[in-house]
């Protein structure tokens, strides 16, 4: 649910999230807040109460746009529905919230607010959820739900071709190599790891768990 439909369609038309949806194992629908409004400007948002600069997303178009997307989920069998509000104070999501919600729910809307967010009424009416995807404010919800359709979308099975490359279920390490085995840059030699030539996969694994504890340290220290 947006303000702005048409900043979804080239994401959603490329890469692994269009094949899952050519091959119907995943819908992802756009639903214009403009469009159930009944200001006759089309306009979606009015001034705070209490004062306080920008604009505050009003209850109506929002409950409206709601309503109508469960009338068409009404003709479903078995729906399991979540209703997620994107927030700078929401709760930090995560990729084990990403495989949960997977799991669990067979649709999720998610409302994508926008100037000085949703009013409060809201998230009580619709009993919704509030996320973050990160400790900093965007200019609006589209980017944060691109990211967490993109995220519970590779935990669906058959998205992805390779279900090992879900990087949680396998060591992995940030440092990844492809070819060439040397690669030559202003006279300097930049060589692969002997270790992951070796074909010795126990030594590898040993060699990625390392590399990744080590690069998890500094994050901790950087915090």
């Known amino acids: 649910m947006t303000i702005f439909p048409a900043m979804f369609e080239s994401y959603f ?65 078995n729906v399991k529905e979540k209703v997620i509000i ?27 607010g926008r100037y000085e967010g949703i009013d409060a009424r ?18 609006g919800g589209e980017l944060p739900a691109m990211v967490c359709i993109d995220t519970i979308s590779r935990h669906i099975s058959g998205v992805l071709n390779d279900e090992n490359s879900l990087e949680e279920s396998r060591i992995a390490s940030h440092e990844t190599y492809a070819r060439p085995e040397i690669y030559e840059y202003k006279s300097k030699k930049y060589r692969v790891p002997k270790v992951l ?18 690069i998890g340290k500094k994050d901790v220290l950087k915090a």
């Not at 030539?197 to 080590?214: A, V």
């Open 13 to 77: 038309a490329e890469s692994i999230i269009s094949r899952a949806i050519e091959n119907k194992l995943l819908e992802v629908h756009t639903y214009a807040l403009r469009d159930f409004t009944i200001d006759k400007h089309r306009r979606v948002d009015g001034k705070p109460y209490g004062g306080g600069p920008g604009m505050v997303m009003w209850v109506d178009p929002l409950i409206r746009c709601v309503e109508s997307i469960n009338k068409k989920l009404a003709r479903k069998k």
């Open 86 to 112: 994107f927030s700078p104070g929401g709760k930090q999501f995560t990729n084990t919230i990403a495989k949960a919600t997977a799991k669990k729910y067979t649709d999720v809307i998610f409302i994508c």
């Open 122 to 139: 809201v998230k009580k009416i619709l009993k919704a959820e509030e996320w973050s995807i990160g400790p900093y404010v965007l200019t």
């Open 197 to 214: 030539l070796s074909g010795n996969h126990k030594l590898i694994d040993e060699y990625r768990t390392k590399k990744e504890n080590k």
